[in-house]
C-alpha cells in the first residue's frame, strides 16, 4: 500500500476508534451511571452533564458511525455503484 493510501486508512482507524470509544462511553454512562436521572435518588449528573447532554453526544456520534460515515462512503464510490449495477443489468 502507497504512503497516501496508509494515510488515509489510518485517518478512517482514528475517526472509527474515536466514535466507537465515545458511543461506549456515552451509552455505559446512560445504561449503568445515570439509567433514571433527576427520579429523585439517582445522580442526575456525570462530570458535570446531564443525563440529556449524554444522550444528545450518544446519539450523534451513533448517527456519524451509522448514517454518515457509510452515506459518505456510498457518495465517494457512487460512480463504482452506478458502473457495477449497470454491467449486473446488462447481462
Ligand atoms: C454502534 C452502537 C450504538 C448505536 C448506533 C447506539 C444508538 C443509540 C440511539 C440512537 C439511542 C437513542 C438516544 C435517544 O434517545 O436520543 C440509544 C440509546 C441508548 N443506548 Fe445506545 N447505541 C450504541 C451503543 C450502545 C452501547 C455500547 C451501550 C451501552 C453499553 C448503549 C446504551 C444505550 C442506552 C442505555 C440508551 C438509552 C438511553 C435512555 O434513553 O435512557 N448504546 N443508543
Same mark, same amino acid.
Given at each position: 500500500?502507497?504512503?497516501?493510501?496508509?494515510?488515509?486508512?489510518?485517518?478512517?482507524?482514528?475517526?472509527?476508534?474515536?466514535?466507537?470509544?465515545?458511543?461506549?462511553?456515552?451509552?455505559?454512562? #446512560?445504561? /449503568? +451511571?445515570?439509567?433514571?436521572?433527576?427520579?429523585?435518588?439517582?445522580?442526575? %449528573?456525570?462530570?458535570? &452533564?446531564? @443525563?440529556?447532554?449524554?444522550?444528545?453526544?450518544?446519539?450523534?456520534?451513533?448517527?456519524?458511525?451509522?448514517?454518515? #460515515?457509510? /452515506? +459518505?462512503?456510498?457518495?465517494?464510490?457512487?460512480?463504482?455503484?452506478?458502473? %457495477?449495477?449497470?454491467? &449486473?443489468? @446488462?447481462?
Amino acid at each position: 500500500m502507497s504512503l497516501s493510501g496508509k494515510l488515509v486508512l489510518n485517518y478512517i482507524i482514528i475517526i472509527l476508534i474515536v466514535l466507537g470509544v465515545l458511543i461506549l462511553f456515552t451509552g455505559i454512562t #446512560l445504561w /449503568l +451511571i445515570i439509567p433514571s436521572a433527576g427520579k429523585g435518588h439517582v445522580v442526575s %449528573t456525570f462530570l458535570g &452533564l446531564k @443525563k440529556h447532554s449524554w444522550k444528545d453526544i450518544h446519539r450523534y456520534t451513533a448517527l456519524c458511525l451509522v448514517k454518515y #460515515l457509510p /452515506l +459518505i462512503h456510498v457518495a465517494l464510490n457512487y460512480k463504482w455503484i452506478l458502473h %457495477t449495477t449497470k454491467r &449486473l443489468f @446488462k447481462k
